[in-house]
């Protein structure tokens, strides 16, 4: 105790050199913080973003992952609803499982007759109410992430009805129908280059096509009867052949990606059934399943993988994190420069405290000869520096996580925007300091060290120091 006391009277003897030390502490605590609460909410967000829209497992025919891109309809999955039933019926995997939906994934063109253009497209058929409730989930509570989600277009009572991508509602001449904003009209020079089409012409070509793949088709259900812009989907079935369906566009979603913006069509399971498999066997290309938390997808995966060991099925199962290799990237991109920014900050505090510490033994060697004198040993000189290190740390550690905490607030209530790369709507930025309360006790923690490290130089310098010399030192 009465090392502590000593050390406090010594810290307050020399403020102005001690608050400069804790404040260069603090700074280095504070700026770790900042930066890792703001990876933490990166990572996060990714993260919810991903599993709200593609789920946390996915389950392929076997093969897929790796060929299926080119020809998803010859790696469907036949009987997909008794897979579904075994997947959520089981007592274990069930009670995990939020959502079990299937899909089908597709490539095509997408074409609008109206005004000739097209552009090929990546079409996905869902659920419409699964698709839904799978946006909703936000397990780690960011606030705002769904407050710039509209509700979907999408309905499970009319297979006709699909949503795009704004990208791919400019591309295809539907601004004005979708009422897509900050969308330019076309260049004249593109409108002077192409022959500008007739109202008679338009249906001869959609005709054509349809023509073209009348013999793979099973009749089209009944054409919504909304007043929405229509397009053609052409694509090729299971069997090879042409296939064409009219699709309603009722609603243009951003995708956040502007590679996805500009492709993306997402269409009821029907008719993206029948557009890939025609008259043929209705199958889907994955059977997506979204857990309610994330930490159950490793006890989820091995259950998955025992049950279809069990009952013979030819199936794989793919997380999202393979499924997006982006999420791996952005953690070891992140986590580099936050090493990168500890190891700065760490060399700073070490030789800041190094420089403290070193000037305090000079001034007060007089001091340490007369307690070496009075029967003080070596190792209590050795511990008297230590502790006023450990104090300078604590302080200084501890006003930086309170700076920082201070900082995050204010921040998260500014309703600060942010534009984060290759994306198209700006997001609320966020800094997520509960979200990261072991990255706190270890800056915390780490930056008492490291200043006692400091100290410990100067402290051996202090003790090693010669009796008579220090007394007679001036």
Known sequence: ???????????????????????????????????????????LGFQTTTV????????????????????????????????????????????????????????GIAGNFAVDASKTFMGVGVVPSDRE?????????LTGHHSDRLPSALRD?????????????????????????????????????????????????????????????????????????RID?????????????????????????????????GMHLALAQQLLYGRGEHKVTVLVLQLYHTDDMTGAR?????????H?????????????????????????IFVFIAVIMSVIVLFTVVNTMSMSVMERTNEIGTLRAMGVRRRGIRRQFLMEGLLLGLVGASAGVLLSLIIAAIINQSGVTWMPPGQVTPTPLLLLMSGVPKLIVGTWLGLIVIAALGALVPANRAARMPVVDALRHV
């Open 1 to 43: 105790m009465i090392t502590f006391k000593i050390a406090c009277r010594n810290i307050l003897r020399n403020r102005r050199r001690s608050l400069m030390t804790m404040s260069a502490i603090a700074v280095g605590a504070t700026a770790m913080l900042l930066f890792g609460a703001f990876m933490a909410f990166l990572v």
């Open 52 to 107: 709200a829209t593609g789920g946390h497992l996915s389950v392929f025919r076997t093969g897929y992952f790796d060929y299926g891109a080119g020809n998803p309809a010859a790696y469907g999955i036949a009987n997909y609803d008794s897979v579904k039933k075994l997947i959520t019926d089981d007592p274990v995997l069930g009670p995990l499982v939020r959502v079990a939906t299937p899909r089908v994934t597709l490539f």
């Open 312 to 336: 013979h099925l030819d199936l794989e199962i793919r997380d999202f994190t393979e499924l997006t290799p982006q999420y791996h990237q952005v953690l070891g991109l992140f986590g580099s």
């Open 302 to 310: 091995n259950r998955l993988l025992a049950l279809f060991k069990e």
């Open 133 to 141: 409730q799978m946006a909703d989930w936000n397990d780690y509570h």
């Open 157 to 229: 009572d009319d297979e006709t009805l699909g949503v795009i991508g704004l990208g791919l509602g400019r591309i295809l001449g539907l601004c004005q129908a979708l009422a897509i904003p900050d969308c330019p009209p076309p260049p004249e020079s593109a409108a002077t280059d192409t022959a500008p089409a007739t109202p008679d012409a338009a249906p001869d070509v959609a005709v054509d096509i349809s023509e073209l793949a009348r013999r793979d088709r099973e009749p089209v259900p009944a054409r919504s009867t909304s007043p929405w812009p």
């Open 233 to 265: 989907l052409l694509a090729a079935t299971a069997g090879g052949a042409p296939n064409v369906v009219s699709l309603s566009v009722a609603q243009a979603e951003s995708q956040r990606i502007k590679e996805l913006d500009d492709n993306y069509v």
